[in-house]
Nanobody, 113 residues
Framework: VQLVESGGGLVQPGGSLRLSCAVS????????MSWYRQAPGKEREWVAD????????NYADSVKGRFTISRDNAKNTVYLQMNSLKPEDTAVYYC???????WGQGTQVTVSS
């Protein structure tokens, strides 16, 4: 099982980024997926998840209305569109396959002027 995140970077407050997570090693379309993040000095926290077919999504209150999780089962990829970014969104963002208990390596998102 392999999860590879990409798309992180430095962005100004109010800006947008789209993270991607390319998945291999299992039948991607059969499993729910999640995004987590870990800010410096803090515990890793859940951000969002999406069901296998993409029909149901859930978000942490801190990102609701600003972030959108989606997936493309034909490309074995899950996305996190992040809009209206705030400095407190600065963290390493991780893709997670819950039923496989597998994490990606993470991608750094820094929101700063």
């Amino acid at each position: 099982v392999q999860l590879v995140e990409s798309g992180g970077g430095l962005v100004q407050p109010g800006g947008s980024l789209r993270l991607s997570c390319a998945v291999s090693g299992f039948t991607f379309s059969s499993y729910a997926m999640s995004w987590y993040r870990q800010a410096p000095g803090k515990e890793r926290e859940w951000v969002a998840d999406i069901t296998s077919g993409g029909g149901i999504t859930n978000y942490a209150d801190s990102v609701k209305g600003r972030f959108t999780i989606s997936r493309d089962n034909a490309k074995n990829t899950v996305y996190l569109q992040m809009n209206s970014l705030k400095p407190e969104d600065t963290a390493v963002y991780y893709c997670y396959a819950p039923l496989w208990r597998s994490w990606g390596q993470g991608t750094q998102v820094t929101v700063s002027s």
